[in-house]
């Protein structure tokens, strides 16, 4: 929302006739400030949270899985046990259960880690003492104005002044052209590799959790992920060339958590 009318409004939505709810309002770091003066423009005491934690979503996705799968066996038919009956006759029934259960975790999104936002991490120590991202009052800041005006005038280094003297040009750090720290991503930097997974669109093939699939099967950082191509079945995407072998090789190693997912390298001629 971008004023306390819409948010009144949609926090209404919430709860009607008597009943509660909860609201709840996503905002990035930056726009923190400003959803703080909506909330006190509207008279409401928000309850700041950060995201919950991948292991969090996993802990809360296998209650939910024993409440779904609980809930099947409440009406099954003959047929049903029938199945039931022919499976069990040859199979360990933990690992009917365990691949029941891992055909309904296919259906969710995985999640991901997201990093903590910068004022919600405790400050300790020197960054206590660090500037924060609020205004200073004005007065603060007239103090701060007179304070440079009395500062004493910087002395010279003896080396500039004789170069000074001799008329020989003087480097200030204004003249001196600032170094650009940005990097490009390590995919896209030479050749890559084109690898494979055997998911596409047709089992909701999806890069939010794809990427972290591959840094954990494959040992890499996302910095190493170039281009993912999501096709019909399959999933194309592209590793750093000087990652490529080690990813290999630590992807081909059985995974217990995703048995059914298989990373492979790309013949160049398919790709």
Do not use: Y
Not at 40 to 48: G, K, M, N, Q
Not at 68 to 91: C, H, K, Q
Not at 149 to 176: F, H, M
């Amino acid at each position: 929302p971008q004023n306390r009318e819409v948010l009144v409004h949609r926090s209404g939505r919430t709860g009607r006739a008597g009943r509660k709810g909860i609201a709840i309002v996503l905002a990035t770091d930056q726009a923190r400030r400003f959803v703080e003066r909506m909330f006190h423009a509207a008279r409401i005491e928000p309850a700041w949270k950060v995201p919950p934690t991948a292991e969090d979503i996993r802990i809360r996705d296998q209650d939910q899985l024993v409440l779904e799968i609980r809930g099947l066996i409440e009406s099954p038919t003959d047929d049903d046990r029938e199945v039931a009956r022919t499976l069990l006759a040859d199979r360990n029934p933990e690992d009917l259960v365990a691949a029941l259960v891992n055909q309904r975790r296919q259906a969710r999104p995985a999640p991901e880690e997201l990093t903590i936002p910068t004022s919600m991490r405790p400050r300790t120590g020197p960054e206590r003492a660090q500037r924060t991202d609020r205004p200073s009052p004005p007065h603060q800041q007239r103090t701060e104005r007179v304070e440079r005006v009395e500062r004493p005038e910087r002395v010279e280094r003896p080396e500039r002044v004789e170069r000074r003297e001799r008329n020989e040009p003087v480097e200030t750090d204004r003249r001196k052209p600032k170094r650009d720290v940005r990097q490009e991503p390590t995919a896209g930097r030479g050749n890559a590799v084109w690898f494979t997974v055997n998911v596409g669109r047709s089992k909701n093939a999806d890069p939010k959790w794809i990427i972290p699939l591959l840094c954990r099967r494959g040992g890499i950082t996302k910095a190493s992920i170039g281009k993912i191509q999501i096709l019909a079945r399959e999933t194309r995407i592209e590793i750093a060339a000087p990652d490529a072998d080690r990813f290999a090789e630590a992807a081909q190693k059985p995974d217990a958590k995703d048995k059914n997912i298989h990373i492979e390298r790309l013949d160049a001629d398919s790709n």
